[in-house]
């Protein structure tokens, strides 16, 4: 959850994300004019059930920072309920959440962002659908090879990724003087994980698709 300034002095909305890590896709997301452990509760379920969670043999972790919403008991019966196993960022250790804090930055330095603040709710809701949609289908991440995190939730990145390692290949060997070295890495991101002592706990898991995903 990330504070969105009102244009009142000292009012602030609420936007709530929840984040597929493996994609870097926002599978999740709601604004309020109250921090509520029952909004995060809400978005939970609802998210779940539109990425069907409960089908998956492997439930997800949900990770999030140590507030006080995210550890209520309304929110951890949820996750109860669905499968879902919580997780917390550790005291003083700043890469645990790192994935959030990065999309946050990134939302509130988009031009679009009102340096005045928000007029009311609807306007907060109106922006944010807004930069939702960009950044799932139109924003080209460098952290997933360039790809749309839709595109790389759906499954589409190895295709897309592969097309380009080809053209790339075809475009050295018809003009080789152009070229120093090898080409750019086109290969699909592997398993992704908050910090690197988690990695081996992410390969145990992880089974053929390379993919257990973690929301944040």
């Given at each position: 959850?990330?504070?969105?300034?009102?244009?009142?002095?000292?009012?602030?909305?609420?936007?709530?994300?929840?984040?597929?890590?493996?994609?870097?896709?926002?599978?999740?997301?709601?604004?309020?004019?109250?921090?509520?452990?029952?909004?995060?509760?809400?978005?939970?379920?609802?998210?779940?059930?539109?990425?069907?969670?409960?089908?998956?043999?492997?439930?997800?972790?949900?990770?999030?920072?140590?507030?006080?919403?995210?550890?209520?008991?309304?929110?951890?019966?949820?996750?109860?309920?669905?499968?879902?196993?919580?997780s917390?960022?550790?005291?003083?250790?700043?890469d645990?959440?790192?994935?959030?804090?990065?999309?946050?930055?990134?939302?509130?330095?988009?031009p679009?962002?009102?340096?005045?603040?928000?007029?009311?709710?609807?306007?907060?809701?109106?922006?944010?659908?807004?930069?939702?949609?960009?950044?799932?289908?139109?924003?080209?991440?460098?952290?997933?090879?360039y790809?749309?995190?839709?595109?790389?939730?759906?499954?589409?990145?190895?295709?897309?990724?592969?097309?380009?390692?080809?053209?790339?290949?075809?475009?050295?060997?018809?003009?080789?003087?152009?070229?120093?070295?090898?080409?750019?890495?086109?290969?699909?991101?592997?398993?992704?994980?908050?910090?690197?002592?988690?990695?081996?706990?992410?390969?145990?898991?992880?089974?053929?698709?390379?993919?257990?995903?973690?929301?944040?």
């Open positions: 959850m990330t504070y969105l300034p009102a244009a009142v002095l000292g009012r602030w909305f609420h936007l709530y994300l929840i984040l597929d890590l493996y994609s870097r896709k926002i599978v999740g997301w709601e604004v309020h004019a109250t921090d509520d452990s029952q909004h995060a509760a809400h978005l939970v379920r609802r998210t779940a059930l539109a990425e069907g969670i409960a089908a998956l043999d492997a439930k997800p972790v949900l990770h999030g920072d140590n507030g006080s919403t995210l550890k209520a008991t309304t929110v951890l019966a949820m996750l109860d309920w669905l499968g879902v196993k919580p917390y960022s550790r005291p003083r250790v700043s645990d959440n790192a994935y959030a804090e990065s999309l946050f930055r990134t939302a509130k330095y988009r679009q962002f009102p340096a005045k603040g928000f007029a009311d709710l609807e306007a907060a809701r109106a922006w944010a659908a807004g930069f939702v949609h960009w950044y799932n289908h139109e924003h080209r991440h460098s952290g997933i090879r790809v749309s995190p839709a595109q790389r939730h759906a499954g589409e990145d190895r295709a897309i990724l592969a097309a380009r390692h080809e053209l790339y290949a075809r475009a050295r060997q018809a003009h080789p003087a152009r070229w120093s070295g090898k080409t750019r890495n086109w290969s699909p991101i592997g398993p992704v994980t908050l910090n690197p002592e988690r990695d081996s706990i992410v390969q145990t898991h992880s089974g053929d698709s390379d993919r257990q995903p973690v929301a944040a």
